[in-house]
């Protein structure tokens, strides 16, 4: 890398490479979360129903490079708009830049660790259950307030 030692602060998301991309990821994995759209307000709701490709104990994705063909719905960040990004959860890196609003203190660029991810009081490891045991319909009983959309 080089770029100044707070390139996330400065650098624009298109402009960021490979790695400062995944670097940008604190791996908290609530964008693995099924969401939900009202139909007339458009608000979203996360539920607390996991992709099933989600390792609960590490919140990360069991198959990381093919996610996109096994899970064909899997959210392609990438490649979202920053209107898209309202579907990222609030504390989600890649949106706050999008809002050019700052990293929280508990983001590993920031920390300078990768556990602190943990001290995020929304961190979803322990609280979430595999979308393996959910049935799609009842979705809506699922739905969590602790992450904002």
Known sequence: MNRTAAYWNTTPLEQLNAEEWELLCDGCGKCCLHKLQDDETHEVFYTRVACRLL????????????????????MDVSKMTPTEMK???????????????????????????????????NRIRGRVVSETEVSEENLEDYIIRWIDA
Do not use: N, Q
């Open 55 to 74: 390792d609960m104990k590490s919140g990360g994705c069991s198959d990381y490079v093919h996610r996109f063909s096994r899970v064909p719905d899997c």
């Open 87 to 121: 579907w990222l959860p609030s504390s989600c890196a890649y949106r706050l830049r999008a809002e050019s609003k700052p990293l929280p203190e508990w983001h590993p660029l920031i920390s300078g660790h990768v556990s602190t991810v943990f001290k995020d009081p």
